[in-house]
């Protein structure tokens, strides 16, 4: 505890053109009013999903970008790491939760803001993890074992002030084939506890953790970002960074290139955002979905995110060739998919897949956080 307090004292598509998203569009009302300090206004937005879900953290037009504070933040020069263990977690509270995901969507995803009062600082590409209250199931009398979450807000938050940070979370369900019917029984524990949460709920923390998926601090960076659903989250911060923020140390110019997977126009996440940050930046932002349930990739059969990437293989190898980073976060099984499917172009391009690899690795171009 003495080597946190001393950390936290240092802060006291088939479109021709692959920036553009090709999905059903409808208009989203912005009309509810943005209590906010910052240089931010609510308008009308052209989104491109098929139901309307407006979020606080949506209403926002990024027409200038926002001062964020305190400056403390961006002083340390390493991350930090493990301020609370899960055994001796930080107390925090809920601010808000809201669905992220039209009806149409499978499955429920919130947006989650809890505040953490500057105590648990964090940077962008870091999880926290959270102890749901009661007893494993599996351990009776035992506590509940921690779920690690990436964090889908920059170090400060969605409030720019530092005391805050945003969770992408899926409640987990299951659902019996057979009947077709939940079972309460095998549910997530966690992403439910915390799906269920209501406006000033204690919530346990651990972390933050992670170094895998931090944002290299280089402004002129290239990024090739890979996401399958509530992968997104880390991505979302950097690009809040990148794109949204007034940072001083840190003016993006850049490239960010941003694959996403989900099953329909639905289920997209923080669409509202990533489609300001194609209009307002399109020289340095580049935005791509891949929707299962509702396109077809260049073979006839669904589109999957590693159909979309195959469309732009030679752009992508190019890219890495000349330094680009690539990540990949979302579930495990989207890795084998992906593997076959670059090792597909590289092998089209006359190279060995496993030696581009080995080489990626090695200078640490390769960031890999899947779950």
């Known amino acids: 505890m003495a080597q946190a307090m001393l950390y936290r004292s240092g802060f006291s598509s088939l479109n021709a053109d692959p920036r553009r998203v090709d999905a059903p569009s409808y208009k989203v009302s912005l009309s509810q009013k943005l209590a906010s300090k910052h240089s931010f206004c609510g308008q009308s937005l052209l989104v491109k999903v098929s139901a309307t879900r407006v979020c606080s953290w949506s209403r926002k037009d990024i027409r200038a970008k926002v001062v964020t504070f305190p400056a403390e933040l961006e002083v340390a020069t390493e991350p930090p790491i493990n301020l609370y263990k899960p055994k001796e ?7 808000s939760v809201e669905r992220l995901v039209g009806p149409k969507a499978p499955g429920e995803t919130c947006h989650i803001v809890i505040d953490h009062g500057g105590n648990l600082p964090y940077w962008e590409g870091q999880s926290y993890g959270v102890i749901a209250p009661g007893d494993n199931p599996k351990k009776p009398g035992q506590a509940i ?3 690690l ?3 889908a807000s920059t170090r400060y938050g969605d409030d720019f002030d530092g005391k ?3 969770l992408c979370v899926r409640r987990a369900v299951y659902v019996d084939p057979e009947t077709g019917k939940e079972d309460p029984a095998k549910k997530g524990v966690c992403s439910n506890f915390l799906c269920d949460c209501k406006p000033g709920d204690d919530v346990q923390i651990s972390g933050p953790s992670g170094k895998v998926l931090l944002l290299p601090e280089d402004p002129k960076a290239m990024h090739i970002m890979v996401a399958t659903g509530t992968g997104i989250a880390p991505y979302r911060a950097y690009l809040r960074r990148m794109f949204m923020e007034d940072v001083p140390n840190y003016k993006f110019v850049g490239l ?4 996403l997977g ?3 126009s639905d289920s997209l996440l923080y669409h509202d955002e990533f489609s300001q940050y194609l209009k307002k930046f399109p020289d340095n932002f580049r935005y791509d979905i891949a929707l299962s349930r509702e396109q077809k990739s260049r073979s006839g059969g669904k589109m999957y995110v590693q159909d979309k990437i195959e469309e732009y293989g030679n752009e992508v190898f190019d890219l890495l060739d000349k330094g680009a980073h690539m990540y990949f976060c979302g579930l495990k099984g989207m890795m084998p998919g992906i593997q076959d499917t670059l090792k597909k172009i590289s092998e089209q391009r006359g190279l060995s897949w496993d030696e581009k690899l080995a080489a990626l690795k090695k200078n640490k171009q390769w ?5």
């Open 89 to 95: 977690p930080f107390t925090a509270k809920i601010v």
């Open 149 to 151: 979450y990436s964090i």
């Open 256 to 259: 960010s290139w941003l694959f």
């Open 164 to 166: 805050t940070a945003s």
């Open 367 to 371: 960031h890999v956080e899947v779950y």
């Open 145 to 147: 074992a921690v779920r």
């Open 262 to 264: 989900v099953a329909n």
